[in-house]
């Protein structure tokens, strides 16, 4: 039995994990980002000083087996009240916290009730507060304020934890033993990056033999990454792992005008010039396939937070399909 890790935050680690648990004969593991500040996990950070649990909630469905009812409440997010604008499942999580005293556990046993297939294992135990440093001096506290917040205007000079945010011993042992580590898809910089950057996670792969697969962003971040190229990600997610990724997933498909209005619509965007990331690199460790999604979901009632990759996102069978043939050869 193979065992796949996931590297990811939130609707990048529910894409490739609603896929991945349909495939036959191999374990998965989903390390999930805590660098999470924005929206109903991050109130409930401030308010009761719990883990965010936002990434870690979506994750917990995309692998359960249990019945749609149940995946829909965890999910469920409250629109009046005292309660708006929180999810369910990030209430229960926090509840779970509190009761067993380690967010960690309170996860194992939220796993156990929602029947997952595989493990969703936290990056980290620590709060994990995400600071970026830029060239001009600036200082960005929080993922959400990064999250908000065009630094591209003055480029990053570094970007850390204000605390020393170490790696789960769960996490650390799943990468050790792991055959292949997906990377992604998800926000760059406060999606995938900030799992990179744990004390710890560099050490732990340089003692994997693990295979990296790393799935291109299908489109580029207004203010984060515009004008990015397949190239530009692979060679900064290389200088973060010190090491060479073994296998590149690119998209070959173009998203309906209907998507494409919907992102330029939300961003307002004259035109949607340096928002697909332009595939340039000429390397043997391309695999080149249709991954993108043509569905548009529709607006989750009581959310705050506007999801923009949800215009235009992958494909989590076809994402599936993909590293199920990488399995196999």
């Known amino acids: 039995m193979k065992k796949i890790v996931t590297v990811s935050g939130g609707t990048g680690g529910y894409t490739i994990l609603s896929g991945l648990k349909n495939i036959k004969g191999i374990s998965i593991t989903a390390l999930v980002s805590m660098a999470d500040s924005g929206g109903s996990a991050g109130a409930l950070q401030d308010e009761l000083g719990v883990l965010p649990a936002g990434d870690v909630r979506q994750c917990l469905v995309a692998l359960s087996e249990h019945t749609d009812v149940v995946r829909k409440l ?64 600036q200082i960005v506290d929080g993922e959400d304020k990064i999250d908000h917040t065009n630094i ?11 605390n020393g945010v170490k790696l789960n011993d769960h996490a650390r042992v799943a990468i050790e033993e792991a055959d292949y580590i997906v990377l992604g898809p998800g926000d760059f910089y406060t999606s995938i990056i ?14 994997s033999k693990a295979k990296i697969i790393l799935p291109i962003n299908l489109t580029n971040k207004p203010g984060h990454t515009m004008y990015w190229s397949v190239g530009d990600y692979v060679d900064l997610v290389e200088d973060y792992l010190e090491r060479t990724i073994d296998l590149i997933l690119v998209n070959n498909k173009s998203p309906l005008k209907k998507q494409m209005k919907y992102y330029k619509e939300y961003y307002k965007l004259d035109n949607f010039d340096g928002i697909i990331v332009k595939d340039d690199l000429n390397d043997n460790r391309i695999i080149r396939l249709s991954l993108l999604s043509h569905l548009i979901p529709p607006p989750v009632e009581g959310d705050k937070i506007q999801n923009t990759r949800s215009f235009i996102r992958h494909d989590s069978k076809k994402l599936a399909i993909a590293i199920k043939k990488i399995i196999k050869k």
């Open 74 to 137: 965890i999910n469920y997010r409250f629109s009046e009240g005292p309660f708006s604008g929180h999810s369910f499942g990030n209430i229960f999580l926090a509840a779970l916290e509190k009761v067993t005293g380690d967010f960690v556990a309170g996860v194992e046993i939220a796993s156990e009730i929602l029947k997952v297939k595989g493990k969703v294992v936290p990056i980290t135990k620590d709060r994990a507060e995400l600071v970026v440093k830029l060239t001009n001096g």
């Open 152 to 162: 591209q205007k003055s480029p990053i000079e570094e970007i850390s934890y204000k």
């Open 194 to 207: 900030p799992n990179l950057i744990v004390v710890g996670f560099k050490e732990a792969l340089a003692k």
